[in-house]
């Protein structure tokens, strides 16, 4: 028995199928590079006429179109009325925030201003002699340290 290697018809026609798929493909392929080989100036002129058209007049117009949109939709009554009571309570909440900064900041400048006063203050000679022999001691009105106190 010599077996001999036997297609059915529809191996036969999905093989021809694949075949005729395939040369259709490169049929198109040709006839479409036959045609931009052809037109090809004129295919560059349109590309580049529709995009200098494109930026010139249809961007601007698609923008300010939606321009109007949103500002209808920005002054749109109903939204209005939703948004308002959120953007006040926000508004207060940072008006509040931004209150607090600016009172740590001012603490903080006087404080800087306080050390920055002391520590381009000139000291007398006798200041200095104190200083020098008694330890500094402390002024008038100063808050007194407890430890120094209790200890003489």
Excluded at 49 to 64: A, E, R, S, T, V
Aim: proline share 3%; charged share 30%.
């Amino acid at each position: 028995m010599i077996m001999a290697t036997m297609t059915t018809p529809i191996e036969r026609n999905n093989s021809n199928l694949v075949v005729d798929i395939v040369s259709a493909i490169s049929t198109h392929a040709v006839l479409i590079l036959k045609f931009v080989h052809k037109n090809a100036w004129t295919i560059v002129f349109l590309i580049a006429g529709g995009y200098f058209c494109f930026n010139q007049f249809i961007q601007p117009l698609l923008h300010k179109y939606r321009t109007e949109q949103s500002y209808k939709e920005a002054t749109n009554p109903d939204r209005v009325a939703v948004l308002t009571p959120d953007m006040k309570r926000i508004r207060a909440k940072q008006q509040e925030t931004m209150r607090q900064k600016a009172i740590e900041a001012e603490i903080e400048r006087k404080k800087q201003l306080a050390s920055e006063r002391e520590r381009k203050r000139v000291k007398s000679p006798e200041e200095e002699r104190w200083e020098s022999k008694c330890g500094g001691g402390n002024r008038l009105g100063a808050e007194v340290n407890d430890d120094h106190a209790k200890s003489h």
